[in-house]
C-alpha cells in the first residue's frame, strides 16, 4: 500500500502560480498511476488531472488544460502540480491519489492524500 503527502500549498493572488509536491512511500512508485483532485468547499471532489506510470502520458480536464501540468520523478518517488495563471476559482484543497490500474484518465483513484488547502485571493 502507498501512503501519500502532499505539500506546497498556501495564498497566492490571482494570476501567480503554485507547485504542489506529492510525496509517496510504500510500493513501488512506478507502479501507480497518479492524479490529482480538488474539492472547494460545499462541492464534490472534482478530478484535474491524472499522469501515466512511467510519466509520458498525461490528462487534464478542460477547466485545467493549459493553466496546470502534471508531472511525476519516479526516483524521487514524487508527483507534482504546477498551477498557473492562478483564479479565485481555484480555491480548494488540493488532493493527491494513486491507482495500481493503468487508467490514469479516469477518476476511480484507491489512495489518498491528507490534502493541502491552495488559497487565491482576487
Known amino acids: 500500500q502507498v501512503q501519500l503527502v502532499e505539500s506546497g500549498g498556501g495564498l497566492v493572488q490571482t494570476g501567480g502560480s503554485l507547485r504542489l509536491s506529492c510525496a509517496a512511500s510504500?510500493?513501488?512508485?512506478?507502479?501507480?498511476?497518479m492524479g490529482w483532485f480538488r474539492q472547494a468547499p460545499g462541492k464534490e471532489r472534482q478530478f484535474l488531472a491524472g499522469i501515466s506510470r512511467s510519466g509520458d502520458m498525461t490528462y487534464y480536464v478542460d477547466s485545467v488544460k493549459g493553466r496546470f501540468t502534471i508531472s511525476r520523478d519516479n526516483a524521487k518517488k514524487t508527483v507534482y502540480l504546477q498551477m498557473n495563471s492562478l483564479k479565485p476559482e481555484d480555491t480548494a484543497v488540493y488532493y493527491c491519489?494513486?491507482?495500481?490500474?493503468?487508467?490514469?484518465?479516469?477518476?476511480?483513484?484507491?489512495?489518498w492524500g491528507q490534502g493541502t488547502q491552495v488559497t487565491v485571493s482576487s
Open positions: 510504500g510500493r513501488t512508485f512506478s507502479s501507480y498511476a
Open positions: 491519489a494513486a491507482k495500481t490500474r493503468s487508467t490514469y484518465y479516469t477518476s476511480d483513484y484507491d489512495y
